[in-house]
């Protein structure tokens, strides 16, 4: 047989073995698709806890049978109230804006050192030291701990 004016037999050996040489990858089965009204999907999401969707599903199908998976991933966070409060307070804070005017009033040499100014700054340090330790705790660590 001729193709494109050449006979099959005079092409390259490397077409002829080009699709067995690939490693052939494992396939995943195709995912399963299940429709839920608003309920019964709230009612699961409240049953579940921490876990996944998926984990919880199969574990409650398939009991102590279930197949283990891959690790989830590293979710640093043990207090989501911890983390809550300091996202809150960060976010309700003017800090970096009167971090940079304070930088600035010093390198220019206009911060007045006053007792007004020394309990102020004072304030704002315990204020940072009391959200670097809830940050912590919401991390599963000791305030103490770090740098």
Same mark, same amino acid.
């Given at each position: 047989?001729? @193709?494109?004016?050449?006979?099959?037999?005079?092409?390259?050996?490397?077409?002829?073995?080009? =699709? =067995?040489? $690939?490693? %052939? $990858? =494992?396939?995943?089965?195709?995912?399963?698709?299940?429709?839920?009204?608003? !309920? !019964?999907?709230?009612?699961?999401?409240?049953?579940?806890?921490?876990?996944?969707?998926?984990?919880?599903?199969?574990?409650?199908?398939?009991?102590? &049978? %279930? &197949?283990?998976?891959?690790?989830?991933? /590293? /979710?640093? @966070?043990?207090?989501?109230?911890?983390?809550?409060?300091?996202? #809150? =307070?960060?976010?309700?804070?003017?800090?970096?804006?009167?971090?940079?005017?304070?930088?600035?009033? @010093?390198? *220019?040499? +206009?911060?007045? @050192? *006053?007792? !007004?100014? !020394? +309990?102020?700054? &004072?304030?704002?340090?315990?204020?940072? &030291?009391?959200?670097?330790?809830?940050?912590?705790?919401?991390?599963?660590?000791?305030? #103490?701990?770090?740098?």
């Amino acid at each position: 047989m001729k @193709v494109c004016g050449a006979a099959m037999s005079d092409l390259s050996p490397r077409f002829d073995g080009a =699709a =067995a040489s $690939k490693p %052939v $990858k =494992a396939a995943y089965p195709p995912p399963f698709s299940i429709r839920l009204t608003q !309920e !019964e999907r709230a009612q699961l999401d409240v049953l579940r806890g921490n876990k996944s969707l998926s984990a919880y599903i199969r574990e409650q199908l398939f009991g102590d &049978a %279930v &197949a283990p998976r891959k690790r989830g991933r /590293n /979710n640093p @966070v043990q207090d989501s109230e911890a983390l809550g409060r300091v996202l #809150g =307070a960060l976010g309700q804070s003017r800090l970096s804006s009167n971090l940079n005017q304070l930088a600035k009033a @010093v390198n *220019t040499g +206009s911060l007045p @050192v *006053t007792p !007004e100014t !020394e +309990s102020d700054l &004072a304030n704002a340090c315990r204020d940072i &030291a009391a959200m670097r330790a809830d940050l912590l705790r919401a991390l599963g660590k000791s305030p #103490g701990d770090g740098p």
